[in-house]
DNA sequence: GTATTTATTTCGTGC
DNA sequence: GCACGAAGTAAATAC
């Protein structure tokens, strides 16, 4: 767990014509030119140009203190001791702005895109299956799909980029419930991945789920695109 | 050799409430928070939060072109398609600042550095050594260092700056190698960094190849320190 | 917790 | 231009 950012802190933004020297693993310097120096609230300072991407030139990560001493700016790491030295020589531009906490970053290559396009192409789970819906609530939390075989009978399936045992148990727990609610049981289970541990495999098996390997650039193709953002 | 910056575009800088898809290689979704966004005069795109150090949430790496239609911006890939869509929904800041070209990092004390400050300061791997050359060519890639010892035996010089276990096969197949050449056989190995990981340590000597473990600050010793801030 | 593998890796170097 | 290795790699994952 990385720690939560400080949010009475606001990012910092300096625009400055600077030198810097960094010491630490490897020595090195930047001579003097203007540059963008970002301080974000979680201490890390980042010293910028205005190329190689989002690269700065030169950083300290936190955990971190910047000590400002005149025009002398030393950034130290609180436990390797790196040290990062910016001599200010002229400031351009100032600013402070409160971001506040960030929600973060849902990547979706993985679980929920899998999902979704599984749902989409239900049918890769064998003819006539046909999708009840995603998400399917229960008392110790949604499964991912729930759908009903040719013969109409459910089957709830649980879905991961990578099949582990842990995953194996979940979809277990979800069955468990589900079969005792008369409306659906008997429930198949069927624990979908792009990858299945063998472990998780045997377990799988063993338990009487499927098991279902995703081929993600598949699923892709098939998927319509003009339903898509991108 | 990277693109010159264009230094007649100055860098962007926008505080927004923003939210942010991205659709490449995965797919990810930020949702609506007030972020920085970092526009440089090479194109890129990057948003921040002001937490996790130097790395944005999502950014767009150059080539590529930023279409704002709106409160939608659109940064899109010049040759692999990859769209990063910002919503802006508020703008709270936005300064432009011209950086011009920057003279970029000078580093120092990677693997190369010790590679030359050892073949300068070849004696360290013992007296009457004399260099053969740096980059000795095989034909499965060069040797770091060949040298003579003082009886006039090869020894091959793998260097690193952590000594790990691939460090150690890598220079085991060189051995293989220059061990065929009747020039060169029998060939001493020699398994030089500043920090030798046990395991490592294990396998060379298992394997008859010698470990150095190697004192940075004392090779440039011989250097002028009074050019350096550390 | 440590060790190993991944990364929208990025970045440099040699061919 | 492409293949390969290193990175102040960092971050996620396996054990």
Request: charged fraction near 25%; proline fraction near 7%; charge should be neutral.
């Amino acid at each position: 767990m990385r720690p939560a950012p400080v949010a009475c802190v606001p990012v910092r933004l300096v625009i400055a014509r600077c030198s810097v020297d960094y010491g630490g693993r490897l020595s090195a310097h930047l001579p003097s030119a203007i540059r963008l120096i970002l301080i974000k609230a979680d201490g890390s300072v980042a010293v910028h140009s205005d190329d190689r991407a989002y690269k700065p030139l030169n950083w300290m990560s936190p955990p971190c203190t910047l000590i400002a001493d005149g025009p002398q700016w030393t950034v130290r790491h609180d436990k390797t001791g790196d040290a990062l030295v910016i001599t200010i020589e002229e400031i351009l531009h100032e600013s402070r702005h409160k971001l506040g906490v960030d929600p973060g970053l849902q990547k979706d290559g993985v679980e929920a895109h899998l999902q979704r396009l599984l749902a989409e192409q239900i049918e890769t789970l064998g003819g006539g299956f046909r999708l009840v819906r995603r998400e399917f609530p229960t008392a110790i939390g949604p499964v991912d799909i729930l759908a009903r075989d040719a013969n109409g009978v459910a089957v709830a399936v649980e879905i991961k980029r990578r099949g582990e045992i842990d995953g194996v148990e979940q979809l277990t727990r979800y069955l468990g419930l589900l079969n005792r609610d008369p409306l659906l049981a008997p429930v198949r289970g069927v624990f979908a991945a792009q990858e299945i541990k063998p472990q998780a495999r045997v377990l799988a098996v063993d338990r009487g789920i499927e098991c279902l390997t995703l081929d993600y650039d598949a699923l892709r193709g098939f998927d319509d695109p003009s339903t898509r953002l991108f």
